[in-house]
């Protein structure tokens, strides 16, 4: 098991995140170094498992608690602009980049769930600045809401844009892991805000990631839920139709819930994961 650490990072306004790190042990050199962002009302250290995986695997492994999550400051689910999360992902990525990946000459990969799927998918369609590869893991690509629902946000969006609401999600279709739902709604650092502003967000830049799926350049993982009830999968399946095969690999688990990682039997996710990763930056390579 690695030495997981743990520290601030001043953004531009000032505000601190929290940013874990999972370094290899022995100061090994790593096959790459994956930086994962996660999802709505959650925070970094439930990937805690899949760092410990990957750093099995020979991968340094970077998370952080986006702004208003978790750790990290800001009030929950408000932002104080739309494109906040991608301009922090930014950030996170330089330092990333400059203190990580550049001293050790090795790939860095985006991994992002769900709402994290989306941010680094928007970051990637935006060329926002390079990256190796991507993984996503039942990112938010479509949120399945009708036209009332999206008329009423809307209507938030323009007059009240930071007003914090419930964001309904059913934390027991997380998983079908008891456990996993249990852990997740007693977690002091999970909570259930969401503002106008950061529902415009989700709903308005998946559709322009499925949209630009045809011109995809990054090498790209997408996994998802065939039975999610959080997300759509429509969405996910609609950007790997579109997408190019030599670019883009898709893998959909049927059966399994939104937390794909968190499953019962997670198996067949990590072993995908670690297929496509041994194709993509082979041990020793």
Known sequence: MSDTTQAPFTLRDGLNLAIYDWPLPRRSRPRGVVLIVHGLGEHAWRYDPVAQRLNEWGFCVRAYDQRGHGESGGARGVLPDDDALLEDLAEVLDDTRRHIAEPWSCPLILLGHSMGGLVVSAFVQRVMAPVDALVLSSPALDTGIGAFMKTLLALLYRFAPNLALGNGLDATRISHSAATVAAYQKDRLVHDRITARLAHFIH???????????????PTLLMFAGDDKLVSPAG???FAAAAPPVRVSSQCFEGLYHEIFNEEDPSPVFGTLKAWLDRRFPAGG
């Open 204 to 218: 308005s830049n998946g559709p322009r990631v499925v949209s630009a799926a045809a011109r995809w350049t990054v």
């Open 236 to 238: 996910s399946r609609a």
